[in-house]
């Protein structure tokens, strides 16, 4: 094993000859690599965590700038740095109860949003998303710099967090009891959503439905939701008092704003939650409200596809997912009217009191 | 490696025995009729159609022959055996679930 790192190091060494990779810093910053242990006994007991909001938003940025923070979202502790001043407001904003810490001794994702150093700069100013010192992805308009951070965070949950069965859909959860929303972009899945969580639903996810290979049950992330296009200007309607993030225009999704997740389900993000509803919903303008119920093996089909690491876990996942069918009434809806969705959701959860709820 | 008898004739008189490819289908569920199969082998999840999961779920009690599942169709969706629309079936599900690798045919019997 300790060859085989330092041939790891080595090569990325000669990748990374000015030491930018974290890996090449790790006994200097403490990441979970091997320098951690050592910064532990040095340092001695760390700072607790703390709500983002204790901090003003001048040291936020300050930290962000400089040794970055450690963002918890649910299961997952991301070091984040960036002098972009949009990404700082934007944690500030959305990210204002999760806890953060100035220091831990690893970290599952390492991030860094920063403006290329490039004459580009100042003609068409950009911003590029490193994960673990390496670019993933081409840079974007510095303008869709918040909305990066996202689909950064997404992308690092979706490839590397294979301790769960990982689905795209949105999550939500009432009475111990969570339906997952799979949906295509534009379905109406994260408008659906938004107006749940502020209706008595507990958001667990806007994206991903983290599914436990032992047993099933759904674990939180309480991140904000992605709001895309004309749903920008109905949830701020719908919703006045909901933290909205400026709009990013022209992103590859239209225009991007995000949502701040309640605080309620913030506070309750290590509270996991059993699958009861696999509900496939469309958003068509004008339509009636029409639940519909959906057979057990299309579901599981379609579940498949929308999963992002199913083929990684083989029999395993198939397994899973099966469970997740098995336990769940499976429905799909269209909806044209969002008091009609959320009366029917209201029907779900009085159902779930009775017999469904009796098997939990 | 797949075993394919499908397009073997067997001799005059004689009906190839099908069973399950135990050695790609360990895992399968089967809700309201309808067989969803895990292929250990490619990683594919399938969904079957009426008769091939009514034939797979058949063949999961053991092996049998064209025959012996046209009667067991037969009585399920009540048709008469000799329905050549049923027979045709039978033959169409096999050897699409040959081809899948998910059935094989083992020997023959009188």
């Known amino acids: ?360 | 490696m797949q075993e394919s008898t499908q397009t073997r004739p067997a001799p005059a008189g004689e009906q190839a025995v099908w069973r399950v490819n135990g050695a790609r289908v360990s895992a399968w569920r089967a809700w309201d009729g309808e067989v969803v199969v895990y292929d250990d082998l490619s990683g594919d999840t399938l969904k079957l159609d009426a008769v091939m999961s009514e034939i797979f779920r058949r063949l999961q009690q053991g092996a049998a022959t064209q025959n012996a599942l046209g009667e067991h169709l037969a009585a399920t969706l009540e048709l008469p055996e000799t329905d050549l629309r049923l027979v045709r079936l039978i033959e169409v599900a096999l050897e699409r679930l040959d081809h899948c690798g998910l059935v094989a045919a083992i020997r023959t019997s009188r």
């Open chain 1, 1 to 360: 094993m300790a060859r085989r790192r330092s041939g790891s190091r080595a090569r990325l060494r000669e990748l990374h000859p000015r030491s930018s990779h974290p890996r090449l810093r790790a006994g200097r910053r403490g990441c979970r690599h091997d320098g951690g242990l050592r910064r532990l006994r040095r340092s001695g007991p760390r700072a607790l965590p703390v709500r983002v909001s204790a901090w003003s938003q001048e040291e936020l940025a300050e930290r962000l700038r400089g040794p970055g923070i450690y963002l918890h979202t649910g299961p997952f502790l991301s070091h984040i740095r960036t002098a972009v001043p949009a990404v700082a407001e934007g944690i500030a904003l959305l990210y204002a109860d999760h806890k953060v810490s100035a220091e831990e001794p690893y970290a599952d994702f390492h991030i860094a949003l920063q403006r290329p150093g490039s004459l580009r700069r100042w003609i068409s100013p950009q911003v590029r998303f490193e994960y673990d010192g390496l670019l993933p992805f081409k840079p974007l308009p510095l303008g869709q710099a918040l909305p990066m951070l996202e689909w950064g965070l997404n992308w690092c949950i979706g490839a590397h967090g294979h301790q769960f069965l990982i689905i795209h859909a949105a999550v939500i959860e009432r009475n111990g009891l969570a339906a997952i929303l799979p949906g295509a972009p534009g379905s109406g899945k994260s408008t659906l959503t938004a107006c749940l969580v502020h209706n008595g639903w507990r958001l667990l996810s806007d994206e991903m439905a983290l599914v436990s290979l032992q047993d099933g049950g759904l674990t939180a992330l309480a991140r904000p939701i992605s709001l895309k296009n004309r749903s920008i200007d109905l949830i701020a309607d719908i919703l006045p008092n909901a933290a909205l993030s400026a709009r990013s225009e022209d992103t590859v999704k239209g225009a991007v704003a995000l949502l701040k997740p309640p605080t309620t389900s913030v506070e309750r993000v290590a509270e996991p939650a059993r699958p009861a509803w696999v509900i496939f919903p469309t958003f068509k303008l004008g339509a009636a409200t029409e639940l519909a119920c959906r057979s057990k093996a299309d579901t599981l089909i379609e579940l498949g596809r929308n999963a992002f690491n199913y083929s990684v876990h083989g029999a395993r996942g198939f397994e899973a997912l099966s469970g997740l069918v098995d336990t769940c009434a499976c429905y799909r809806l269209t909806y044209g009217e969002m008091t009609e969705a959320l009366a029917l959701f209201g029907c779900l959860d009085a159902q779930a009191a009775g017999p469904v709820g009796a098997r939990t």
